[in-house]
């Protein structure tokens, strides 16, 4: 399993982000995958998931601001950003199915939102 992610930086509060994810070595179709922060000192945080029936799931942080999708022709996964807070600022990992096993996640990307 190759999750490599990419698409974080630093930005002003209201701005927005693409976070993007590149899958390899398994069938990505056959997997719901998510995506999960961890800020520094704290747990991580499941903020969003799509299952392999296209059922998503977010976080009530993150509703209405975060947009996940997924191309399974790319094997790709992607979380569109918008209205960012400080808040959201973490390491952003994809993880595929489950989605609690760090094994299973990639290097992760920084979002950082600050102005």
């Known amino acids: 399993v190759q999750l490599v992610e990419s698409g974080g930086g630093m930005v002003q509060p209201g701005g927005s982000l693409r976070l993007s994810c590149a899958a390899s070595?398994?069938?990505?179709?056959?997997?719901?995958m998510s995506w999960v922060r961890q800020a520094p000192g704290k747990g991580p945080e499941r903020v969003s998931g799509i299952s392999t029936g296209g059922s998503i799931f977010y976080a009530g942080s993150v509703r209405g601001r975060f947009t996940i999708s997924r191309d399974n022709a790319k094997n790709t996964l992607y979380l569109q950003m918008n209205s960012l807070k400080p808040e959201d600022t973490a390491l952003y990992y994809c993880?595929?199915?489950?989605?609690?096993?760090?094994?299973?996640w990639g290097q992760g990307t920084q979002v950082t939102v600050s102005s």
């Open positions: 993880a595929r199915a489950p989605w609690y096993t760090r094994a299973y």
């Open positions: 070595g398994f069938t990505f179709s056959n997997y719901d």
